[in-house]
């Protein structure tokens, strides 16, 4: 078994009948880029981001966002030191290797913003000075459906930062009945342990970045996050950035199959959850992934030899 595969299998002990959703995690994780999940509450999304912690050895923080949450609590702050006659910082919740942001979506703007430093970027700056996040650095973001309680929609600029946006959704029965056997035996968080360490997890997301890519699937990519602009259903399509994480996530995808190189194939499992949620819909749109759809059945694939 890859180390990848033995990852996902300590994650499933603790998180049931979700394995795709697990996939797309870890293809992101590899691939550099951070998560969000949008969800109805108590379908698992923190005992998942918990879950990979453990299992990559990830020191983990966590800040509900509520509408009193400062920014200065994500990124840290100054103190005055009488005994030294300086200004020292003091860490922020955000440096750490694996940030949950929990409902997102309910903080004010300018806490939202706070964090996009630390994900472009790699650190926080305060009072002019920047300090780097701890790598590996991962933000696992959650947010309520739109229309929720107290929640406000994130600006494009930052939905545009996190590489995939997925979805967990209500477990199956079979799923549900699975889920209450494990809990008889204890919190199976408890039986997730670690397979890789921080160099290790460096060393794979080094592999992933270097995978060979051929020109044809670079043009490919292209023709795709371009027809998304082009689409008669949407009203602003996917950035270059978004073309930057569609060839890092197909490069995880084929990494974590086992090749050398990446295919098509590797771009169209990633496509839908790597740009959809980048897209700007117009009123008579049925959905981003609907449109997903469409402009993966209407540009051809490249044939390689």
Not at 30 to 49: F, N, R, S, Y
Request: net charge neutral.
């Amino acid at each position: 078994m890859s180390k990848a595969g033995a990852v996902l299998e300590e994650v499933k002990k603790a998180v049931v009948g979700k394995d795709e959703v697990l996939v797309q995690v870890l293809l992101a994780i590899l691939a550099g880029g951070h998560i969000l999940l949008e969800d109805i509450p108590g379908v698992g999304k923190t005992t998942m981001a918990l879950a990979f912690s453990r299992a990559l050895a990830l020191e983990y923080n966590r800040v509900q966002f509520t509408p009193d949450v400062l920014p200065s609590d994500i990124t840290g702050f100054s103190l005055y030191n009488k005994h030294t006659g300086a200004m020292e910082y003091q860490p922020g919740a955000v440096l750490c290797n694996l940030f949950l942001a929990d409902e997102l979506n309910r903080a004010t703007s300018r806490t939202q913003s706070a964090l996009l430093e630390a994900m472009e970027e790699g650190g926080v700056t305060v009072d002019g000075v920047t300090h780097p996040v701890p790598q590996p650095f991962v933000v696992v973001a959650t947010q309520n459906p739109a229309g929720a309680s107290g929640t406000q929609l994130l600006p494009d600029s930052q939905l545009d930062r996190f590489m995939v946006k997925l979805s967990m959704g209500y477990p199956t029965e079979e799923s549900e009945v699975e889920l209450l056997r494990r809990r008889q035996g204890g919190a199976p968080l408890n039986s997730v342990r670690q397979v890789l360490g921080h160099d290790e997890l460096r060393t794979l997301r080094a592999q992933v970045a270097g995978l060979y890519m051929n020109t044809a699937v670079m043009q490919y990519i292209v023709r795709l996050v371009r027809a998304t602009r082009r689409h008669a259903q949407v009203v602003q399509g996917a950035s270059p950035r978004a073309t930057l994480a569609l060839a890092a996530m197909a490069k995880a995808a084929a990494f974590a199959r086992g090749c050398d190189y990446v295919a098509p194939r590797d771009v169209q499992a990633v496509f839908p959850c790597t740009i959809a949620h980048r897209l700007l819909l117009a009123p008579e749109a049925k959905s981003a992934h609907a449109v997903c759809e469409e402009v993966l059945q209407g540009t051809k694939a490249p044939q390689l030899r």
